[in-house]
């Protein structure tokens, strides 16, 4: 049954975070309130909001956490999706670089050189010698 209330009354008035609405509708007051457990509620007293009750408790109630009221589920498997795109052509990337004997990017040294070895700086006795043929 679909029902246009009115929010009469909010026990959190003084600022807190936990919010009980009362429900007025066409047959008086509702003996179930509208809790919010936040800062910032949608709704404030004097708006008009729809309620969907079953009074023969014909339909069975979701535990509120296996609602997804915000779309999230489908932001999940978007973001799960495009990451793992992502991850895929980033190791294709590399793997076709290995096999044309390129290094990676970010192993931009030869492994195979000799370590430099560091040398005094010139003077006249080990300056280079010119050599003349």
Known sequence: MRETVRIAADSATDG?????FT??????ELKETLDYDGDHPKGKVGDRIEVVSDPENVVPLEAASDVDSGNQLGALVMGVTGWTAIALLAGRRGFVRRRAGLHPAFEDVDRDAPT???????????APRRVVH
């Open 116 to 126: 430099p070895t560091v040398t005094a700086p010139w003077t006249k006795a080990n």
């Open 23 to 28: 429900l007025i509708g066409g047959s008086g």
């Open 16 to 20: 807190g975070s936990n919010h009980r």
